[in-house]
T-cell receptor, first 113, second 118 residues
Framework: GENVEQHPSTLSVQEGDSAVIKCTYS??????FPWYKQELGKRPQLIID?????GEKKDQRIAVTLNKTAKHFSLHITETQPEDSAVYFC????????????FGTGTRLTIIP | DAGVTQSPTHLIKTRGQHVTLRCSPI?????VSWYQQVLGQGPQFIFQ???????GRGNFPDRFSARQFPNYSSELNVNALLLGDSALYLC?????????????????FGAGSRLTVL
């Protein structure tokens, strides 16, 4: 089955700087890659996603890049703010119509004011 | 419009007991998935139901079962509870079906039911 690895497990960034979180996946059939943000005690919230027919997607300060050949994808947050502090999870899904997501182990991002 | 709602929010059980967790999807969503999130880890897929039929099952023992009702709400049942079942149980809904429709399989999560097994 699919295996998703995520790095780093913790990341501290000065406010205003950029943060990058990286994930690799094992199943070359994976075609959907969402990123979720989970604040302490709250639900995972989708912040951005990308499908395998696209190499990059941006939404304001957040961007995701996908390298299908290397089977890795990354989350980029620019101009970080204190409210960006949370745990971020990457995930991968192998088959269209099958909603099983395989999640990474999470990255705890701390923005230092 | 309410989001995905789950109940109960917290519960404490002892080993060997049974638990039932409930989920109401976003109005109009026909697919419900269940995930287990152990502290410090990413969510692990348990089940997906679409139109009352099981569409996927994760690597969980038969003590875990689920069903979906005609109104698309769902229950997750866990029998013979073990200490290791202590976790946050997340329900997620989506419009389902897919068929090339953008957003059709995007999951929206509920706040979860935190189960503690003593």
């Amino acid at each position: 089955g699919e295996n998703v690895e995520q790095h780093p497990s913790t990341l501290s960034v000065q406010e205003g700087d950029s943060a990058v979180i990286k994930c690799t996946y094992s199943d070359s059939a994976s075609n959907y890659f969402p990123w979720y943000k989970q604040e302490l005690g709250k639900r995972p919230q989708l912040i951005i996603d990308i499908r395998s027919n696209v190499g990059e997607k941006k939404d304001q300060r957040i961007a995701v890049t996908l390298n299908k050949t290397a089977k890795h994808f990354s989350l980029h947050i620019t101009e970080t703010q204190p409210e960006d502090s949370a745990v971020y999870f990457c995930a991968a899904r192998a088959y269209f119509g099958n909603e099983k997501l395989t999640f990474g182990t999470g990255t705890r991002l701390t923005i230092i004011p | 419009d309410a989001g995905v709602t789950q109940s109960p929010t917290h519960l404490i059980k002892t080993r060997g007991q049974h638990v039932t967790l409930r989920c109401s999807p976003i109005s109009g969503h026909k697919s419900v998935s269940w995930y287990q999130q152990v502290l410090g880890q990413g969510p692990q897929f348990i089940f997906q139901y679409y139109e009352k039929e099981e569409r996927g099952r994760g690597n969980f023992p038969d003590r875990f079962s689920a069903r979906q009702f005609p109104n698309y709400s769902s229950e997750l049942n866990v029998n013979a509870l073990l200490l290791g079942d202590s976790a946050l149980y997340l329900c997620a809904s989506s419009p389902g079906s897919g068929q090339g429709i953008p957003g059709a399989n995007v999951l929206t999560f509920g706040a979860g039911s935190r189960l503690t097994v003593l």
